[in-house]
């Protein structure tokens, strides 16, 4: 995972939401903000049904409180996320219910998945509170390490009773991926960033292929990435020829047959990326596509910066920065364009120059 902690050191509604405030250190029991004043008459007894009951707290708990702060501070989130953390997620208008009711649900039946789902929400508060943005980003890390560890093995046994479990949490994976280097007090590195999420992105379609026909027949059939209807379709005349001038370089200048034909395979799979990205105008997955369908040379050659591997990279750079309105895609796009621009040198800025050109441009595509 290339998530940071505070300190900037690297460890393994609308679109946005509504911010909400938090305060104190990264420890979960920050954000509570405990209520001193016991319900009169039940300081530490309950009536029931006319009998008295001797009112029992948990360990942690304080006289006249049922909670302890951790047990508040996740209900919060969870209040959060069902009124706001949801509709950042959602790639379509089709997902909401999803997101708000169906994910929950399964949340409570799966430890990883609830996880998943306060990771995802600590992040967006993150995002989205700059004046907690170190509290947020604490507990975000912690919930995603915890998240992972709890996931892990279910993958060696995925059956038609989990996998909506996790592919549920599949989904949250790149929102995290995407999202924990967009918080602005901790600048990234592009290059090395864009690599370590294309790489996880890759991983999870593995859930995807194993129970692909299982979530074909559910409601998760609506997350599914779609593909696009003519893959080999016209694209606008600008891209028609960015393409071009891509497959035109690899032919020149990769001698090696196999990772040149690796390289169409990847200019393909932009092309169906472009292709995807205008039939469906605004759905965020859409930036799945790419990491997901290249062939397992390229992320390695993308690791190692050649030059005709970053040129690719750029285009796909493209269509996040199409879709920077999503706050979990936010300044990718530009970021990992002007890093290529800079890491490929002069040389190969005219293979670039489409998506250089397209960066600058602030306006939401699609």
């Known amino acids: 995972m290339a998530a ?7 460890l393994s509604a609308d679109r946005d939401g509504a911010p909400a405030a938090g305060s104190g250190s990264p420890d979960t029991s920050s954000l509570s903000h405990q209520d001193d004043s ?6 530490h007894h309950e009536v029931i049904r006319g009998q008295d009951v001797p009112f029992c707290p948990d360990n942690g708990v304080a006289p006249g409180h049922a909670y302890t702060s951790n047990e508040r501070d996740k209900l919060r989130l969870m209040h959060h996320y069902t009124l706001f953390t949801y509709k950042s997620i959602a790639a379509a208008p089709e997902a909401l219910d999803i997101w708000q009711n169906l994910i929950p649900q399964l949340a409570f039946e799966y430890d990883f998945l609830l996880q998943g789902i306060l ?7 993150a995002l989205t509170d700059s004046s907690h943005q170190e509290t947020h980003s604490g507990l975000a890390l912690q919930y995603y390490i915890t998240a992972s560890a709890l996931f892990r093995p279910h993958l060696t046994s995925i059956t038609p009773s989990n996998i909506s479990a996790l592919f549920a949490f599949s989904c949250i994976v790149p929102v995290c991926a995407f999202g924990f280097p967009q918080i602005p007090y901790l600048p ?18 593995d859930i995807v292929r194993s129970g692909s026909h299982w979530l074909e027949c559910g409601p998760f059939k609506h997350l599914l990435l779609p593909e696009p209807s003519s893959p080999c379709g016209a694209l606008p ?5 960015a393409l071009l001038g891509l497959s035109k370089r690899n032919d020149e200048t990769t001698t090696d ?3 040149r ?3 169409c395979m990847a200019i393909t799979t932009l092309r169906h990326t472009f292709r995807l990205a205008g039939e469906a105008p605004g759905k965020a997955n859409t930036a799945l596509l790419f990491p997901i369908q290249i062939p397992p040379e390229i992320p390695v050659k993308i690791r190692d910066g050649e030059p005709m591997a970053l040129s690719i990279l750029a285009h796909y750079a493209v ?5 920077n309105s999503f706050i979990w895609l936010r300044r990718w796009g530009r970021q990992v364009v002007n890093a290529v621009e800079a890491a490929v040198g002069e040389e190969w800025r005219g293979c670039i120059a489409w998506a250089i050109e397209e960066v600058k441009n602030d306006t939401t595509k699609v």
């Not at 990771?119 to 508060?125: G, P, Q, V």
């Not at 269509?319 to 879709?323: F, K, R, S, Y």
């Open 188 to 205: 990234i590195n592009p290059l090395p960033e864009i690599h370590e999420t294309i790489v996880l992105l890759r991983g999870t379609a």
């Open 237 to 241: 005349m600008e891209i028609e020829a």
């Open 257 to 259: 047959a196999a990772l």
């Open 319 to 323: 269509v996040l920065h199409w879709l």
């Open 38 to 43: 016991p319900v009169s008459g039940l300081q």
């Open 261 to 263: 034909n690796a390289y």
């Open 4 to 10: 940071r902690s505070a300190k900037g050191g690297k």
């Open 119 to 125: 990771a995802a929400t600590s992040l967006h508060l």
